[in-house]
């Protein structure tokens, strides 16, 4: 599976960002899909994930309440739409998927076999 994230820009504060990632090569069916975010110097973050075919999802607690990820059965792709940002959301963020990710262990990045290239998302204050 190739995943391309993209979507990615510059937006004030309280503002709006919504990022795409996309799969070639496979369908998202049975996959666990993520998204992860790491800012200069601090570790990889889990952002939210959903189960493709039961469309369960979770967020970290950071992200609650302002980000909302969805799939797009037509179009292959799992979209994060991201609102009310904040300067602390300033990070580049990736896409990731995997298969053999259960409930527990979706926020674990290791537990996530393919990852797309990053896309930057910059929150100005």
């Known amino acids: 599976v190739q995943l391309q994230a993209s979507g990615g820009g510059l937006v004030q504060a309280g503002g709006s960002l919504r990022l795409s990632c996309a799969a070639s090569g496979r369908s998202f069916r049975d996959y666990y899909v993520g998204w992860f975010r790491q800012a200069p110097g601090k570790e990889r973050e889990f952002v939210a994930a959903?189960?493709?075919?039961?469309?369960?999802?979770t967020y970290g607690d950071s992200v609650k309440g302002r980000f909302t990820i969805s799939r797009d059965n037509a179009e292959n792709t799992v979209n994060l739409q991201m609102n009310s940002l904040k300067p602390e959301d300033t990070a580049v963020y990736y896409c990731?998927?995997?298969?053999?990710?259960?409930?527990?262990?979706?926020?674990?990045?290791?537990?996530?076999?393919?990852w797309g290239q990053g896309t930057q998302v910059t929150v100005s204050s």
């Open positions: 959903i189960k493709w075919n039961s469309r369960h999802t």
């Open positions: 990731a998927a995997g298969r053999s990710i259960i409930t527990s262990t979706q926020r674990m990045s290791s537990q996530y076999d393919y």
